[in-house]
């Protein structure tokens, strides 16, 4: 009887333990939140399940030849906060800017060629349960094709209200890529003020703000072109970043029926300077022009574009070129005689030399002047002529539809208009 009732006690011994194992292996297979398999029991009550999702689209798992400009593109359900995580294959974090529409996130830079990756996506709704999805992926080798991107201007420069920023490409940019590549064109300005992107060629695209820039601005703009897919097997070389200042308000506008020029400075009249436009056969440009360069002494040569009759080789001094064609406001010490009076120009503002070396050392690059009551105006591309077309029609320029302030009415459908371009040469 006694090894009866051993046996039956080591039963219930090995029973006992087969449940612990049992219980054990069940308790570890917990299938995550929001799970369909997820134990319906845990702390003896069930786990609701969370009501946020969220899934990855690009780069897919396991990709292999990602772009390095790539975006981190994903769709989040029921979430009331998304965040991203990216790490290389060292564990190193690498910092970015979540989309405004929240379905994307952008690295602040190009991302290594030939490096590994992985993402994690947490999404949380208004029940405080995270959700997660993550990918790994590998980036594209460095290209042979890269294009490389330029700016007009550099870091820390100051220029005038109208200076439009302008950004140019080695190789042209194929229609169907213009509108990605825009969305990473960012400027940023302090004060806060509307503007747009406007494609004049297809190798240049310029930045202007609805209005001329407030006197004072701080001005940043950035293009994340970096290893940004550009058509054609090409791909961006770099990203590109700038700072610039903005000067004061300084305006010059030329009457032809006064033959004056008036120069404000923040709105006030600081000087008013006699001009001679150009004559009748050879009439000055009407329209907002800007200052694209100073030369404090250059040389005006129309030999090859005249002729040796109607051609000339002349010095010039303080000369500020307004137009691709060749009209500048210089100093002009032989029409002093007829400043004020009479139009004896090639098409240039001629001013006295004590006049034209004030307006050299008081103007700056990006500085706007009006021209009125020429018997020519100002053809459109004929310099930076951003000014000379109006706000709706600025906007067609862009790769993107104009999305208008609060206060603004919406423009016109955008399309593409590119400048025509116009040969330089010297006019004075």
């Known amino acids: 009887m006694r090894v009866r009732d051993q046996r039956n006690r080591r039963r219930g011994v090995l029973a006992a333990g087969m449940l612990a194992v049992a219980l054990a292996l069940t308790s570890a297979c917990t299938g995550g ?32 030849n990602v772009p390095a400009a790539t975006a981190i593109t994903f769709a ?12 290389d294959s060292a564990g190193k974090k690498v910092k970015g800017t979540l989309a ?29 349960l995270p959700v997660t999805a993550t990918s790994a992926f590998t980036v594209m080798k460095q290209p042979s094709k890269q294009v490389r991107i330029t700016s007009f201007l550099g870091d820390d420069q100051t220029v005038g209200v109208a200076m439009p920023l302008i950004v140019k490409f080695g190789r042209a940019i194929p229609e169907q890529y213009r509108a990605e590549l825009q969305r ?33 601005s701080k001005v940043s703009y950035r293009v994340q072109a970096g290893g940004l897919p550009l058509g054609d097997g090409w791909y961006g070389r770099a990203d590109l970043t700038v700072d610039i200042k903005i000067g004061p308000k300084l305006v010059m506008t ?8 008036v120069v404000t400075r923040d709105g006030e009249t600081i000087k008013t300077i006699p001009v001679s436009l ?27 574009e005249l002729g040796p009759e109607d051609g000339y080789r002349t010095k010039i001094d303080y000369a500020q070129r ?43 690059v990006g500085d706007p002047i009006v021209v009125k009551g020429t018997e020519r105006k100002l053809q459109l591309g004929n310099g930076w002529t951003d000014w000379n077309v109006s706000w709706e029609q600025y906007v067609k320029g862009s790769a993107l539809p104009y999305e208008p302030t609060a206060d603004e009415p919406a423009a016109d459908v955008p399309t593409e208009e590119p400048d025509p371009d116009v040969s330089a040469s010297a006019t004075p």
């Open 184 to 216: 990473r064109m960012t400027v940023t300005s302090s004060p806060a003020q509307e503007g747009i992107w406007h494609w004049v060629s297809p190798t240049e695209v310029r930045y202007r703000p609805k209005e001329f820039w407030q006197a004072g």
């Open 254 to 261: 030329v009457d032809n029926s006064t033959k004056r020029m």
């Open 33 to 64: 939140k929001g799970s369909d398999d997820a134990p319906g029991w845990q702390g003896g009550a069930d786990q609701p399940a969370a009501k946020a999702s969220v899934t990855i689209s690009e780069p897919a798992a396991d990709a292999n």
């Open 278 to 304: 150009g004559k009748k056969s050879t009439p000055s440009s009407s329209g907002t022009m800007v200052v694209m360069e100073k030369l404090r002494k250059t040389v005006f040569d129309t030999f090859d």
């Open 100 to 128: 405004q529409d929240g379905k994307s996130w952008l690295p602040s830079k190009a991302l290594s060629y030939g490096e590994s990756y992985t993402v994690t996506v947490t999404a949380t709704g208004d029940d405080d």
């Open 322 to 364: 307004l137009t691709w064609g060749g009209e500048f406001i210089h100093a002009a010490p032989w029409s002093e005689g007829q400043q004020g009076t009479t139009n004896v120009s090639h098409g240039c503002v001629n001013v006295s030399m004590a006049n034209g070396a004030w307006l050299f050392n008081n103007t700056k």
């Open 76 to 87: 989040a359900q029921q979430a009331e906060q998304t965040s991203v995580e990216l790490t």
